[in-house]
């Protein structure tokens, strides 16, 4: 392991990481009373043990009350809502499945599968791209477009609560400019 407290499968790089293998690399580490003195380099300093679990945190607890309020007042995941409000918002609401994997903080497999689901819902509709057959669009219908109208003020009154109303304006840049840099923030595909 030459010193790296996550082993090979690199979970101090990646904030989707399993909270058990997180909180497990951290409490491991050296640096309790008593406990020898890390390597240079090997583990994690108190300050990034504390950051590390703060990510840990939001990566792992936040999602769950804003997924159990959807889910509770309209029927449909946080992730499935990410899907339907990211094709809400653009032009002609619709978009390449790779663009709205972006957007929706999600992988291509993930979304194809919950959009296979909301297409047999009727909240969405999946052709090939008229400009390149070899890319698949989807859409958001009027039914889906009715679910999130419905959705989005119970949605915004939790993520009020849950995210934004506990924290000050320097707070909410700071997380919009850590998501960045960390190349989290959904988004479009960003030219090079």
Not at 55 to 84: H, I, K, N, T
Not at 104 to 126: P, Y
Not at 163 to 183: D, M, N, W
């Amino acid at each position: 392991m030459d010193g790296d407290p996550c082993g090979d499968d690199g979970c101090a790089a990646s904030p989707a990481a399993p909270a058990a293998s997180a909180a497990a690399a951290v409490s491991s580490a050296p640096g309790a009373p008593g406990a020898p003195a890390p390597p240079a380099g090997g583990w994690l300093s108190e300050e990034q043990q504390e950051a590390w679990k703060a990510v840990v945190g939001l990566a792992s607890l936040l999602p769950g009350p804003l997924d159990a309020q959807l889910q509770r007042e309209s029927g449909v995941s946080l992730f499935e809502y990410m899907v339907l409000s990211s094709l809400s918002m653009l032009p002609g609401r619709s978009t390449r499945m790779s663009s709205l994997a972006r957007l929706a903080s999600g992988s291509l497999s993930r979304l194809s599968n919950v959009v296979r689901k909301l297409e047999q819902r009727g909240l969405v509709h999946r052709f090939p791209d008229p400009a390149d057959g070899r890319f698949t669009v989807a859409a958001l219908t009027d039914v889906g477009w009715d679910v999130v109208e419905a959705a989005a003020p119970g949605h915004v009154d939790a993520v009020r609560t849950h995210v934004l109303s506990p924290l000050e304006g320097e707070q909410l840049r700071a997380l919009v400019v850590i998501a960045e840099r960390l190349g989290v923030m959904p988004g479009p595909a960003r030219s090079c």
